[in-house]
């Protein structure tokens, strides 16, 4: 699918599309031509997940990106990869004295 179908199934605007993948939160799609690319299935998922950080759980985009890095290293374990996302969503406790 291109970028306009890709904005349509997932309801992401395509300039904020773009900009997720400037951000590297978003892998470029495969080009079809020198200024188009095809999207899959995957980019969808992908996109859905960014939005869900984003407007649910309230995570700033830099935070996104760690996470997402982090869930997309092949050489962590899952439980590393889980561990590093549940620190990157979960606030600092304050200590009290």
Avoid: C, F, W
């Avoid at 970028?3 to 799609?29: F, H, N, Q, W």
């Avoid at 859905?48 to 950080?53: F, H, N, Q, T, W």
Wanted: hydrophobic residues 35%; glycine residues 6%.
């Amino acid at each position: 699918m291109r970028i306009g179908e890709l904005s349509k199934a997932t309801d992401v605007p395509v300039p904020t599309i773009k900009y997720y993948l400037r951000e590297g939160l978003l892998p470029t799609g495969e080009l079809s031509s020198p200024n188009q690319a095809a999207y899959g299935e995957a980019h969808v998922r992908r996109l859905r997940l960014i939005r869900a950080l984003i407007d649910l759980a309230q995570v700033p985009v830099a935070q996104v990106k760690e996470i997402l890095r982090s869930l997309d290293d092949d050489t962590e374990s899952l439980h590393d990869q889980i561990g590093r996302a549940h620190r990157a969503l979960t606030p600092p406790r304050r200590v009290t004295t």
